[in-house]
């Protein structure tokens, strides 16, 4: 089992900046990819951002390339996203994933989740 919990979302002006983490913890946690998704309300849950096992890789979504970061320190078994020159359409409730391929960007693909964390972008 692995667990997961998220941190550091609220409430930032547009253009503003923000950063997520994820705190990993349980049995071969290292090994997996991870991934961060959000969901607005009344929409699906959309993949925002993957990263490998071995933080090398990292792929995101149109909608935040250029703007948005995700990285992780292995020695502490954390995930971030760092969220830059923030948009109203960003808000959402942020996901913190886990699974066995990074390259998945579809949420049933995954099979750990955090419970999330609410970032609100005002304009």
């Known amino acids: 089992q692995v667990q997961l919990v998220e941190s550091g979302g609220g409430l930032v002006l547009a253009g503003g900046s923000m950063r997520l983490s994820c705190a990993a913890s349980?049995?071969?946690?290292?090994?997996?990819?991870m991934a961060w998704f959000r969901q607005a309300p009344g929409k699906e849950r959309d993949w925002v951002a993957a990263i490998s096992w071995n933080g090398n890789r990292a792929y995101y979504a149109d909608a935040v390339k250029g703007r948005f970061t995700i990285s992780r320190d292995t020695a502490k078994n954390t995930v971030y996203l760092q969220m830059n020159n923030l948009k109203p359409e960003d808000t959402a409730v942020y996901y913190c994933a886990a699974g066995p391929d990074w390259l998945q960007q579809q949420a049933y693909e995954y099979d750990y989740w955090g419970q999330g964390t609410q970032v609100t972008v005002s304009s």
């Open positions: 349980g049995r071969y946690v290292s090994n997996y990819a």
